[in-house]
């Protein structure tokens, strides 16, 4: 079964750090934009982050000087790594495979490829 297997989630202090990973079960993911969308309690669907399959990289402003997203394509797996966490980052993380375009456009409907989530929660 091709699917986008995920872990790294938990319950951190603020300031504190996570590492998310996102593998491809099934799937290669060389080829792919591998990025998290994030949706908090009550909100919207946000973007966090995306890497291109040569390592460009994207990220929210509200994330981009915590956050950082690498990828080791011999391992078939992305990374997220989150420091100085903040409430405000509680939410459950979805990592996501799909073209570059659309993670730049906030085109989520057009990923090819879901995790089924990992829960972030930052409190004290």
């Known amino acids: 079964q091709v699917q986008l297997v995920e872990s790294g989630g938990g319950l951190v202090q603020p300031g504190g750090s996570l590492r998310l990973s996102c593998g491809g079960a099934g799937l290669s993911l060389d080829y792919y934009a591998i990025g998290w969308v994030r949706q908090a309690p009550g909100k919207e669907r946000e973007g966090v982050s995306a890497?291109?399959?040569?390592?460009?990289?994207w990220g929210a402003p509200s994330v981009s000087d915590r956050f950082t997203i690498s990828r080791d394509n011999a391992k078939n797996t992305a990374y997220l790594q989150m420091d100085r966490l903040e409430p405000e980052d509680t939410g459950v993380y979805y990592c996501a495979a799909g073209p570059l375009a659309f993670w730049l456009r906030g085109n989520y409907n057009g990923m090819d490829y879901w995790g089924k989530g990992t829960l972030v929660t930052v409190s004290s």
């Open positions: 890497i291109s399959s040569d390592g460009s990289t």
